[in-house]
């Protein structure tokens, strides 16, 4: 007696669904998005990118020119000139968007110029007197630059009132 089983397609993505995702991931640096229209999860993609150091390299080149075109349209659209017709609330709502689009375009641009994120060295394990220590040597320059700065102010402060008294 013969079992039909049904045959599983395979985990990879195909050449096909791969260049469309990398095509659409570098017009919009949006994974879900592209992954939506090569017509697989975003599941299926991140796990290929795990699989795959060719996918993965790939990716990283489709995201970075994803993030050039985000920076070079969200610059050629705060640099468009407000018609005198403009309100003040529709200017005050795009400044907004193009802070926020900014800082969200920073905040990724280490991962899009150099690759993955590569957390720091670990310092040398110190003692805790040495880092208490040094914790207190910080404290102290930080006090004593803040009461230098308000001396200065004061002294400034003090000489404007000698000069408008004479």
Do not use: C
């Amino acid at each position: 007696m013969a079992i039909n089983k049904t045959p599983v397609p395979d985990a990879r993505l195909n050449v096909k669904i791969r260049a469309r995702f990398l095509d659409h991931l570098a017009q919009t640096a949006n994974v879900s998005a592209s992954a939506r229209v090569a017509g697989v999860g975003s599941s299926a993609v991140y796990a290929e990118r795990r699989r795959s150091p060719a996918f993965r390299d790939a990716w990283a080149l489709a995201l970075a020119e994803g993030y050039a075109r985000l920076e070079t349209d969200l610059l050629a659209e705060a640099l468009q000139m407000a018609n005198g017709r403009t309100a003040d609330g529709t200017l005050k709502a795009r400044a907004q968007k193009h802070r926020l689009a900014i800082a969200l375009l920073n905040a990724h641009r280490a991962a899009v110029k150099g690759g993955a994120l590569v957390a720091a060295p670990l310092p040398p394990k110190q003692d805790l007197a040495t880092v208490k220590a040094q914790l207190i040597l910080k404290l102290t320059q930080m006090r004593q630059r803040a009461e230098d700065s308000a001396a200065a102010r004061a002294e400034t402060a003090q000489q404007g009132d000698e000069n408008a008294d004479a």
